[in-house]
T-cell receptor, first 114, second 115 residues
Framework: EPEVTQTPSHQVTQMGQEVILRCVPISNHLYFYWYRQILGQKVEFLVS????????KSEIFDDQFSVERPDGSNFTLKIRSTKLEDSAMYFC????????????FGPGTRLTVL | KQEVTQIPAALSVPEGENLVLNCSFTDSAIYNLQWFRQDPGKGLTSLLLIQSSQREQTSGRLNASLDKSSGRSTLYIAASQPGDSATYLC??????????????FGKGTLLTVNP
């Protein structure tokens, strides 16, 4: 069964460093998302992406964040200068269409900022 | 602003029991509602998706209902098994209009099924 994959599973970085989290969505899906979950808190929406542009973003997704689909399969989230409060589990998701379809989530990348 | 609440926060039941998990949302203008399962330190597994026009969806031992006007959904698990132990999350998508794709999540119900 097709699934969303994410790498790495765990990333440790120093405050102020740039990180890139990678995702491979399900191959025939057109809509891509990033969410995050700070330990003990709710899953929060960050950004959605369609047709090579951002379609919606939350107030969390400020200028330090960016997303890209550099080729036909990968979808990346970049954090330019990490802060301690960026430590969280980051989930990538994809859906075939937005209107009726399920969002399928990857296993997540645990980001630890020291 | 949409708020999603799940009650109870934790539930412990003996194996074989039928149980109900509750989800409520403040803005009834939703497009769909999705139930997920999350195992410790893992990703989210989609269980059921209910469109706003539907009243319920079933998958195996799971049945989810939706009462949009009252802002409530329930997830019914029949004949619970230890393997059902996980956190169950409810998430709603706002009504379509522009590009409202995001899911708003509840905090989840931690279910423990004891053998």
């Amino acid at each position: 069964e097709p699934e969303v994959t994410q790498t790495p599973s765990h990333q440790v970085t120093q405050m102020g460093q740039e990180v890139i989290l990678r995702c491979v969505p399900i191959s025939n899906h057109l809509y891509f998302y990033w969410y995050r979950q700070i330990l003990g808190q709710k899953v929060e929406f960050l950004v959605s992406f369609y047709n090579n542009e951002i379609s919606e973003k939350s107030e969390i997704f400020d200028d330090q964040f960016s997303v890209e689909r550099p080729d036909g399969s990968n979808f990346t989230l970049k954090i330019r200068s990490t802060k301690l409060e960026d430590s969280a589990m980051y989930f990538c998701a994809s859906s075939e269409q937005t209107d009726t379809d399920t969002q399928y989530f990857g296993p997540g990348t645990r980001l630890t900022v020291l | 602003k949409q708020e999603v609440t799940q009650i109870p926060a934790a539930l412990s039941v003996p194996e074989g029991e039928n149980l109900v998990l509750n989800c409520s949302f403040t803005d009834s203008a939703i497009y769909n509602l999705q139930w997920f399962r999350q195992d410790p330190g893992k990703g989210l597994t989609s269980l059921l998706l209910i469109q706003s026009s539907q009243r319920e969806q079933t998958s195996g031992r799971l049945n989810a209902s939706l009462d949009k006007s009252s802002g409530r959904s329930t997830l019914y698990i029949a004949a619970s098994q230890p393997g059902d132990s996980a956190t169950y999350l409810c998430a709603v998508r706002r009504s379509s209009g522009g590009s409202n794709y995001k899911l708003t999540f509840g905090k989840g119900t931690l279910l423990t099924v004891n053998p």
